[in-house]
């Protein structure tokens, strides 16, 4: 590995590396102060609730709840940031507050915590770019994507009256709307260009140019004689 794709490597890691770090460090104090942390969630259509559209994401009810979020927006961050770096502090802050302010719209009246609105936003955002893009390296990503996380589509299903669906679903709906949003910015196809020259004469690109039949010279080998057959 190059020392510049090192260091894109390790810049792309760093984003989502600090803020888990930021999450695990938050539930820490929380916990060893026993401090209750749920209240500033969000609670849809509540003007107390605003509060939880930045600060929910933040906020995780136990270590179970904040290790299942961990490692997928380690994963899906560094991909965000390593594959699309030039919109991808767009897509985070985009996906971080819209996630959340659907979830306070629309909800059902309880808190809402936990940063699985933001996993839902980037799993959703780069499942489907690539095949906006059609571009065949994000699309292996996509796909890859889809094979990791592909089972959070169950999610958005209103199974577990514990787990806030809703949160889920704007998440993943907020990643498919930025996708599409963006697809004009970032890695794209590379497109064949050709000289100008070549368009004058009506060259187009690949085109395979045939000679015309009066153009071709034929080459011959004269023939030896051979001295016995008196050729």
Do not use: C
Request: glycine share 8%; proline share 5%; aromatic share 20%.
């Amino acid at each position: 590995m190059e020392k510049a794709e090192k260091k894109k490597f390790f810049y792309s890691f760093l984003f989502p590396a600090l803020f888990v770090s930021l999450l695990w460090v938050i539930h820490g104090v929380a916990y060893y102060a026993k401090f209750e942390l749920t209240p500033f969630g969000i609670l849809p259509r509540s003007v107390s609730g605003l509060k939880g559209i930045l600060l929910s994401p933040l906020i995780h009810g136990d270590l179970n709840h904040l290790f299942n979020n961990s490692v997928p927006l380690l994963l899906l961050g560094w991909a965000l940031f390593y594959f699309y770096r030039q919109v991808a502090f767009k897509v985070a802050l985009w996906s971080f507050l819209l996630a959340g302010l659907y979830t306070w719209i629309s909800a059902r009246t309880s808190y809402h915590i936990g940063a699985s609105g933001l996993v839902y936003a980037l799993f959703g955002f780069l499942f489907i770019s690539g095949f906006i893009r059609k571009y065949i390296p994000l699309i292996a990503l996509s796909f890859l994507v889809a094979f990791l996380y592909g089972s959070l589509i169950w999610g958005i299903l209103p199974w577990d009256k514990g787990v806030s669906w809703e949160g889920h679903f704007w998440g993943l709906f907020v990643g498919l709307i930025l996708a599409f949003f963006y697809r004009k910015q970032g890695p794209q196809r590379k497109e064949f260009k050709w000289d100008e020259d070549d368009e004058e004469l009506g060259i187009l690109p690949n085109e395979v140019i045939q000679p015309k039949e009066s153009e071709i010279v034929y080459h011959f080998v004269p023939k030896k004689k051979d001295p016995e057959s008196g050729d």
